[in-house]
Each structure stands twice: as structure tokens, then as C-alpha cells.
């Protein structure tokens, strides 16, 4: 069964405190690996896709890394506006999916107080 | 380009009721999927339409049903509400512009509420 898991559940940093979000995964056939951003009472916001291992991605303070088995979002020197949830999902190719299925991770809610 | 737009923001029902969902995904994208997000259970896939076709379908009763139209704009149907559909529904729509991987983009949402 694909599953997608995210650590931890809740991570409070101080303003400038780096860390780094975990996201797990076993997926039939990985096609893609996405992180969004979701703020409360709206809509997951897209960050990255990553789609073989060892590939980076970078946006301001966050980096998102791809390994086999886990995904990594890298956040530096974050600020009270990096306060979120951060979601993981990935895409699948294995038998029964298809590019419009996302399976989600449970998310990791960030809180950076200054 | 506009964003993926999502209609009625808000709705309160009472049990029993049925309720329908509208969403106009992004200019030129032709796949439209359906979540449920709950704090029970996170994020779930409801199902998903490509040129108006349903291509799958998550593990969710009968009650929850959709359909998408030929300018791709999609609706889903809940009948016989139950308390346990209170949550928000998100809609994403993707370009399906390779085979490889394909990048979903979301709309706010409809935050239901079953009374």
C-alpha cells in the first residue's frame, strides 16, 4: 500500500533557528515527489517537485532534497512568515494510479516565533 | 493566469441533505481532482477527471460523485450528508503536460459544515 509519512508532527523554531522536515514514503514506482505550503483555512500552495534522487530544489530560505526512501524540506534562518503546515505528497505509477492521484502525508505544522 | 477558483467558499447543510461543489480549474488544464481534508484523516483523494472522464476513484461510498464538463470545469455531488463530511474539499487541476510526473494546483477550498 502507498504510504507517505511526515516528522514531526510539530516543529516551533526561534526566528533564524534552521531545521529540516522529514517525509518518508513507499510508493509503487515514484513519479514525482511534491512539498506544498498550506496556510490556515486555504488551499495547499505549491513549493517543489522532485522526481529522482539525489535532485535539489531551492526557494529562498527552503530547499527541498530526494533520496530513495525520504524527501527532505531544508529550512534556513526561517522567519515568523514561514509559519505553516508543510505537506508531502507523492505521485505513483504503480498499477491503479494515475498523474491526477496525489497520496498526501499527515503534514508537519511549523511555527517560528521571532 | 488565474488561479484555480472554487464555488461556494462556505456552506452549512443539515443531515440528510445533499450538496453540490463547483470548480474552474486553470485556463488549459484538463484534469481536475477532489479531496477531503479532515483533521482526522488528513488529506484524501475523492477522485479525479480528465476530459470528462472519471479516471479514478478513491475509497470514499457512492454518496460522493463528480463530473467534469467539456470546458473542464468539474462539480461533485454529495448526497444523504452525514456529520461526517463536515471538512474542507480542495480541488486541484494539472496540465497533464508529461507522462513522467504532473504538478497539481490547488484551489482555497469549500469549507462544509453538516449540522
Known amino acids: 500500500e502507498d504510504q507517505v509519512t511526515q516528522s514531526p508532527e510539530a516543529l516551533r523554531l526561534q526566528e533564524g533557528e534552521s531545521s529540516s522536515l522529514n517525509c518518508s514514503y513507499t510508493v509503487s514506482g515514484l513519479r514525482g515527489l511534491f512539498w506544498y505550503r498550506q496556510d490556515p483555512g486555504k488551499g495547499p500552495e505549491f513549493l517543489f517537485t522532485l522526481y529522482s534522487a539525489g535532485e535539489e530544489k531551492e526557494k529562498e530560505r527552503l530547499k527541498a532534497t530526494l533520496t530513495k526512501k525520504e524527501s527532505f524540506l531544508h529550512i534556513t534562518a526561517p522567519k515568523p512568515e514561514d509559519s505553516a503546515t508543510y505537506l508531502c505528497?507523492?505521485?505513483?505509477?504503480?498499477?491503479?494510479?494515475?498523474?491526477?492521484?496525489?497520496?498526501f502525508g499527515r503534514g508537519t505544522q511549523l511555527t517560528v516565533w521571532p | 493566469k488565474a488561479g484555480v477558483t472554487q464555488t461556494p467558499r462556505y456552506l452549512i447543510k443539515t443531515r440528510g441533505q445533499q450538496v453540490t461543489l463547483s470548480c474552474s480549474p486553470i485556463?488549459?488544464?484538463?484534469?481536475v481532482s477532489w479531496y477531503q481534508q479532515t483533521p482526522g484523516q488528513g488529506l484524501q483523494f475523492l477522485f479525479e477527471?480528465?476530459?470528462?472522464?472519471?479516471?479514478n476513484k478513491g475509497n470514499f461510498p457512492g454518496r460522493f460523485s463528480g463530473r467534469q464538463f467539456s470546458n473542464s470545469r468539474s462539480e461533485m455531488n454529495v448526497s444523504t450528508l452525514e456529520l461526517g463530511d463536515s471538512a474542507l474539499y480542495l480541488c486541484a487541476s494539472s496540465s497533464i503536460r508529461t507522462f513522467a510526473y504532473n504538478e497539481q494546483f490547488f484551489g482555497p477550498g469549500t469549507r462544509l459544515t453538516v449540522l
Open positions: 485556463s488549459g488544464h484538463r484534469s
Open positions: 477527471y480528465f476530459s470528462e472522464t472519471q479516471r
Open positions: 505528497a507523492v505521485q505513483a505509477g504503480g498499477r491503479g494510479s494515475t498523474l491526477g492521484r496525489l497520496y
